[in-house]
């Protein structure tokens, strides 16, 4: 069984940075796509970024672009998110997730939960003064 670790969330100030680790353990089978998700109360779970292990390039939603930095660490286990010039706006539960069996997905869909099949418990991130 998969189990994601997400960790590094805290409370900071507008403008600060944060960095966010995401670590795979137990049965680590292929990723298709690994991404970060957030959700903030009231609202729905959305992708912040992902990687495309097709391509192995990283996207990003337009939000955060030249913001945060999506990276994997040198265990190919382990993903980042670099958060910088953090907004009140980023305030959210992060979380990782994978896609280990692909059921088709669009580059719109796969900024949407609906083609992950394992998820992380969650970190909070709060950008208050």
């Known amino acids: 069984q998969l189990h994601l670790v997400e960790s590094g969330g805290g409370l900071v100030q507008p403008g600060g940075s944060l960095r966010l680790s995401c670590v795979a353990s137990?049965?680590?089978?292929?990723?298709?796509?690994i991404a970060w998700f957030r959700q903030a109360p009231g609202k729905e779970r959305e992708g912040v970024a992902y990687?495309?292990?097709?391509?192995?390039?990283?996207y990003y939603r337009d939000s955060v672009e030249g913001r945060f930095t999506m990276s994997r660490g040198d265990a190919r286990n382990t993903v980042y998110l670099q958060m910088n010039s953090l907004k009140p706006e980023d305030t959210a539960v992060y979380y990782c997730?994978?896609?280990?069996?692909?059921?088709?997905?669009?580059?719109?869909?796969?900024?949407?939960?609906?083609?992950?099949?394992?998820w992380g418990q969650g970190t909070q991130v709060t950008v208050s003064s």
């Open positions: 137990g049965f680590t089978s292929y990723f298709y796509v």
């Open positions: 990687i495309n292990n097709a391509d192995g390039r990283t």
């Open positions: 997730a994978v896609v280990t069996v692909p059921r088709g997905f669009t580059p719109t869909t796969i900024m949407t939960p609906q083609p992950y099949d394992s």
